[in-house]
C-alpha cells in the first residue's frame, strides 16, 4: 500500500512540511502557472513548497491558460499590474530597478510564472498568447544555483524556490513589497535536499546512490538541449531564452 499524503505539500505525512512553514504576507500577488507533468510527476515539488510560503499565492494547472477563467479573470482586473517573470531583452530587470513602486499606481502587481522545464514552459506560452502580451520582469541572481540533488543546464539556471527567493529580495531593494522571512525559503530547500540525500546514501532503500552527490560547482557542463531539464533560468538583461 501506498504512503497517506498530505495534500498540502505532496509529502508522507510522516514527513509532512507544512507544520514548519510560516505564510508570508506579501504586498504581491504570486501565481503559479503548472504544467501537468510538474504537478503530478515532480517529487521535488519546490514549486508547490514556494506556494504554502505565500499567503498571496496560488497554483493553476494546465498547458494553454487563454480560456482559463481565473487566471485571464486577474489578467483583465483593472486593479490589478500583471507580469509575467520570464527573462529576455524586453524584460525588465528587477535587480535594477527597472520597475518602481510608483508606476504601479495603486494597483496590485501579480506575477504569472512557469512552473516547468523550459522546454514545457516554451509550450506553455507559445499556447498563451494573453501570457506572452504581459510585460515580462527578470532579475539577476545573487548566487548559483544551490541544487545538489539535480543538476541545473547552464549556469543562472534556478529551482522554483530559489527564483522566487531571488526575485523578492531585488522586489524588497526595488522598494515594490518586503520580504519578512528571506531564511525560510532556502532553509525549506536545504532541508529537502538534506532529507533526500539522507535517503540516497542509504543502502537499504531504493534510490541508492554508491557515490555522493558532488557539489554543483565541482559539475561539469551537461550536454544535450537545456530544455529537457527542470530548470528556472534567470540571467542578465542582455540574454533571450529560446523561444
Given amino acids: 500500500m501506498s504512503r497517506e499524503t498530505c495534500y498540502h505539500c505532496f509529502w508522507p505525512k ?14 504581491t500577488r504570486f501565481v503559479f502557472l503548472m504544467h501537468p507533468k510538474e ?23 494546465g498547458v494553454g ?39 504601479l499606481a495603486g494597483r496590485t502587481l501579480v506575477v504569472f510564472l512557469l512552473d516547468a522545464t523550459w522546454a514545457c514552459a516554451r509550450k506553455m506560452l ?11 520582469i527578470m532579475f539577476t541572481p545573487s548566487a548559483p544555483s544551490r541544487y545538489v540533488i539535480k543538476q541545473q543546464p547552464q549556469d543562472g539556471c534556478l529551482s522554483t524556490l530559489e527564483a522566487i527567493h531571488e526575485l523578492l529580495l531585488a522586489m524588497e ?9 528571506p531564511e525560510q525559503l532556502l532553509g525549506l530547500f536545504a532541508r529537502m535536499q538534506d532529507f533526500q540525500i539522507k535517503c540516497a546514501s542509504d543502502p537499504n532503500r531504493p534510490g541508492y546512490r554508491r557515490h555522493a552527490y558532488s557539489t554543483p560547482a565541482e559539475r561539469a557542463a551537461p550536454r544535450g538541449r537545456s530544455g ?9 538583461a542582455g540574454d533571450q531564452p529560446p523561444t
Fill in 39 to 61: 504537478f503530478k510527476q515532480e517529487k521535488a515539488g519546490t514549486g508547490r513548497l514556494t506556494h504554502l510560503c505565500l499567503k498571496q499565492s496560488e497554483i493553476h494547472m
Fill in 65 to 103: 491558460f487563454d480560456e482559463h477563467e481565473e487566471v485571464q479573470a486577474l489578467i483583465r482586473d483593472p486593479r490589478n499590474f500583471s507580469v509575467l517573470l520570464y527573462p529576455g531583452e524586453q524584460a525588465r530587470n528587477l535587480s535594477n530597478g527597472e520597475l518602481r513602486a510608483d508606476e
Fill in 126 to 136: 507559445r499556447l498563451s498568447p494573453s501570457l506572452q502580451r504581459l510585460p515580462r
Fill in 14 to 27: 510522516p514527513l509532512c512540511w507544512c507544520p514548519s512553514i510560516t505564510p508570508m504576507e506579501t504586498h
Fill in 173 to 181: 531593494r526595488s522598494g515594490l513589497d518586503r520580504y519578512e522571512l
Fill in 228 to 236: 529537457d531539464r527542470r530548470s528556472r533560468f534567470f540571467r542578465t
